[in-house]
């Protein structure tokens, strides 16, 4: 079922840019802890993108690292990722997912690794050279 609404998604060239968003903004009075970007091409494997944790630090993949950037809005629930100098190696469906919604004044558990256990429906991203 779907949990997290995704868009941004589209048809681009190489070198072009993108920005997803994923969340639910009608929501109020809560705030994910943890989010992150998944992405899976046609007949591959799904691969981890990126992630941000409760107070803002963030992961990269090394294939994206330098070129995507994850970031969050607690206010609205909402997470982006604003993907810059696409490849066509970036074509893939991309998939939002988040851990725990919890009140938003409250704090976040500190775990060893996220459960994510919220996803969106996915994306597409198609990068033509």
């Known amino acids: 079922q779907v949990q997290l609404v995704e868009s941004g998604g589209g048809s681009v060239q190489a070198g072009g840019s993108l920005r997803l968003s994923c969340g639910r903004p009608?929501?109020?009075?809560?705030?994910?802890?943890?989010m992150a970007w998944f992405r899976q091409a046609t007949g591959r494997e799904r691969e981890g993108v990126a992630t941000i944790d409760s107070i803002g630090r963030t992961t990269y993949a090394e294939s994206v690292k330098g070129r995507f950037t994850i970031s969050k809005d607690n206010a609205k629930n909402t997470m982006y990722l604003q993907m810059n100098s696409l490849e066509p190696e970036d074509t893939a469906m991309y998939y939002c997912?988040?851990?725990?919604?919890?009140?938003?004044?409250?704090?976040?558990?500190?775990?060893?690794?996220?459960?994510?256990?919220?996803w969106g429906q996915g994306t597409q991203v198609t990068v033509s050279s």
């Open positions: 009608d929501y109020t009075y809560t705030k994910y802890c943890s």
């Open positions: 997912a988040t851990t725990v919604l919890v009140p938003y004044e409250s704090s976040c558990p500190s775990v060893q690794r996220p459960e994510y256990t919220n």
